[in-house]
């Protein structure tokens, strides 16, 4: 009954006239408890996303996936010039790809900071994309979604993948876009650790 439940819901929403993100929240006003554009220091932000993309390129050059990409999988630590060290931790999910970077299955995770198609699989929906390295790089735009507002709004991560919710209108152009390309249904259209790295937002 769930699985039907939620599959009535998600053929609305492949359905919908508008399939993209629109700037606009369910909530007529956002009352954000914080006062600059993003929840975490816009450069505490650009130090964290930096870390786990080059985190993902490593674990990608030999062959794995990371599958449980969350915030609490992030360790930081305060350097001697006082700027934020960030790590990745917790391999327990990780698991080593085909050839093409594909998994038969999805391994798990946490809900709410899994791929559109990792969600499918595990949820018994209509999986259209093939589960590949990409998810992780959507579990990072999660992560990243999470950090620069979503944490403060209800439905979070999940109805933001659910396209229920948007990023806060505050959210720095340049750094929605991002994301957005980051969570991208389908994982072909997803940038590579190194697009991220060289994005905009990280660069300018």
């Known amino acids: 009954?769930?699985?039907?439940?939620a599959k009535e819901h998600?053929?609305?929403?492949?359905?919908?006239?508008?399939?993209?993100r629109t700037g606009k929240n369910k909530d007529k006003y956002e009352m954000l408890p914080y006062p600059g554009n993003t929840l975490m220091d816009e450069a505490d932000l650009k130090g964290m996303l930096r870390a786990m993309a080059l985190f993902i390129k490593?674990?990608?050059?030999?062959g794995y996936m990371h599958f449980d990409l969350k915030p609490?999988?992030?360790?930081?630590d305060i350097?001697?010039?006082?700027?934020k060290v960030f790590r990745v931790c917790d391999f327990n999910l990780a698991v080593k790809t085909d050839s093409n970077g594909r998994v038969a299955r999805a391994q798990g995770g946490t809900r709410g900071f899994w791929a559109w198609e990792t969600y499918c699989q595990?949820?018994?929906?209509?999986?259209?994309?093939?589960?590949?390295?990409?998810?992780?790089?959507?579990?990072?735009?999660?992560?990243l979604a999470d950090a620069a507002g979503l944490h403060c709004l209800g439905g979070g991560t999940q109805a933001y993948l659910e396209y229920l919710r948007d990023l806060p209108r505050r959210t720095p152009p340049a750094l929605k876009e991002l994301i957005e390309w980051m969570v991208?249904?389908?994982?072909?259209?997803?940038?590579?650790?190194?697009q991220i790295l060289a994005h905009?937002?990280?660069t300018e």
Do not use: C
């Open 1 to 5: 009954m769930q699985n039907a439940l």
């Open 10 to 20: 998600f053929d609305r929403i492949d359905n919908a006239p508008e399939r993209r």
């Open 58 to 62: 490593h674990l990608n050059a030999r």
């Open 72 to 76: 609490a999988n992030l360790l930081y």
């Open 79 to 83: 350097a001697p010039d006082g700027s």
């Open 122 to 143: 595990l949820e018994g929906l209509e999986v259209k994309h093939p589960i590949t390295r990409a998810a992780d790089v959507a579990s990072m735009g999660l992560v």
């Open 184 to 194: 991208a249904e389908d994982p072909a259209a997803r940038p590579t650790p190194d």
């Open 200 to 202: 905009r937002w990280l």
